[in-house]
């Protein structure tokens, strides 16, 4: 797994630890609606790493696109139940840092 779409800030930077790990990262603007996911890529990305739980419908939209996606929420907000069915990993990242999260996603 290579290509990686960050939706929402990176203040945990997820997206440095997924970049020293040899992942590609690339980011969905804003609301991480289908037109910033489409702009950064998600019909050829490996997987998505949502970083704030109020984006979480940034998930169901993304799967509609590339349904073999890989799906993370990687925030400290709990998760909206809508979606917790369909992310593969929902990980605080209290419990889990970002360069053991990036190691384990780019495996």
């Given at each position: ?23 590609t990262v690339r980011y969905a603007e804003g609301t991480a609606n289908r037109s910033a996911l489409e702009a950064a890529g998600i019909e050829r990305a ?62």
């Open positions: 797994m290579s290509e990686v779409i960050v939706a929402g800030g990176d203040p945990e930077e997820i997206g440095a630890a997924l970049e020293a790990q040899g992942g490996d997987a998505l790493v949502v970083t704030d739980a109020g984006l979480a419908t940034s998930v169901t939209v993304a799967l509609e696109r590339n349904p073999d996606l890989r799906t993370v929420i990687y925030a400290r907000e709990s998760a909206p139940e809508f979606v917790r069915g369909q992310a593969d990993h929902i990980v605080d990242p209290e419990l889990l840092g970002p360069d053991t999260l990036a190691e384990e996603l780019l495996r």
